[in-house]
């Protein structure tokens, strides 16, 4: 599946991601076949990169406080990756406003906005486009300029060969 994403993308600059979204007990198995595929793994787990979503933006007590937070988090942790995710381009503008980021993940946006987002970052951080990625618009994302393309059905919906492990009695 992996590979079909990734030839359908007809872009050797995006990189084609996948999630944390695995099957229980198959995760290392999964980003194998993903590896395996020419793609790339997003991250393992919790630790190994900073995911700010929408929940967590909502929860904070205001943007001066969440600035803070990322701040001290970069002290903390400065070889950590720090990506927050974006829905709309306002929140782009503003994300662009706090240094220690490194990627903003755009959730849901149409190929335009995705589009005028790149224009309103490039070189400042790295793009995602997550969410309804096909093979049929995967093309169409591609060519906005996003860094990556993270795409959760490469390992949550990706369909299981069936295998069967038949033993035959040795000869005396």
Do not use: W
């Amino acid at each position: 599946m992996t590979r079909k994403f990734v030839d359908a993308a007809g872009n050797d600059q995006v990189k084609i991601l996948d999630t944390r979204k695995t099957t229980p007990g198959l995760r290392a198995l999964e980003k194998a076949a993903v590896l395996a595929g020419g793609g790339a793994n997003h991250r393992f787990g919790l630790f190994d990169m900073v995911l700010v979503k929408d929940n967590h933006l909502a929860a904070h007590s205001g943007f001066a406080a969440f600035v803070e937070t990322i701040r001290k988090l970069r002290q903390e942790r400065p070889d950590v990756r720090i990506e927050v995710e974006a829905d709309r381009l306002q929140q782009v503008r503003t994300f662009l406003q706090i240094a220690d980021i490194n990627v903003i993940l755009l959730d849901n946006m149409k190929p335009a906005q995705i589009r005028e987002a790149v224009a309103l970052g490039k070189n400042k951080v790295k793009f995602e486009a997550s969410g309804g990625v096909t093979l049929k618009n995967i093309r169409q994302i591609a060519a906005t300029g996003v860094d990556y393309i993270s795409i959760g059905a490469l390992t949550h919906s990706a369909r299981a060969i069936d295998l069967s492990l038949k033993m035959t009695p040795l000869a005396a």
